[in-house]
């Protein structure tokens, strides 16, 4: 029986150490980390090396259920790939063993809490982007399509197509820019005649 460890941070000035520090402690023969997000499991290498070395009767260690994901779903998928190999997880800080009937029912309460917090986050990051630009603090990006470009090529008489590719941006874009004008050109007509 080998005791695998995953350890993960969402970003590069995070620190991995902690996690490493508890697997260690835990007895994990081997410790696989990453600095990518835990919002999907599409591009997260490390995770996937660990799941593809798991054999019966092996144990994938993390701190906490959100190292492995956070949106149940992918939990989910994990927890089955695990249990297909033969293999169990379970966490330093939670009880967590999905060798056991409770484990496994804790294991997706913890799944269901984390994709919540997930989802609070994010409606909490939207209402302070709608608060911000009540207040006209914020924004936005800046555009990527330089209008002024756009309007001079269009009066020299090059059309949408050849706009886009001096450009080298989608033929859509130059509408919607063009598209702009001409409603500012509308908006401006009508101000004079009212």
Known sequence: MTIIGYARVSTTDQSLELQQTALRLAGCDLIRSEKRSGTTTVGRAELQTVLDFLREGDVLMVTRIDRLARSIGDLQDIARTIRAKGASLKATEQPIDTSTA??????????????????????????????????????????????????????????????????????????????????????AAGELQG
């Open 102 to 187: 409770a484990g496994k029912a804790f294991f997706d309460m913890l799944g269901v809490f984390a994709e919540f917090e997930t989802n609070l986050r994010k409606e909490r990051q939207l209402e302070g982007i709608a608060d911000a630009k009540a207040r006209g603090v914020y924004k936005g990006r800046k555009p990527s399509i330089d209008i002024v470009k756009v309007k001079a090529l269009k009066a020299e008489g090059m059309g949408p197509s050849a706009i886009a590719k001096a450009l080298g941006i989608g033929r859509a874009s130059v509408y919607r820019a063009l598209e702009g004008m001409a409603d500012g050109a509308a908006g």
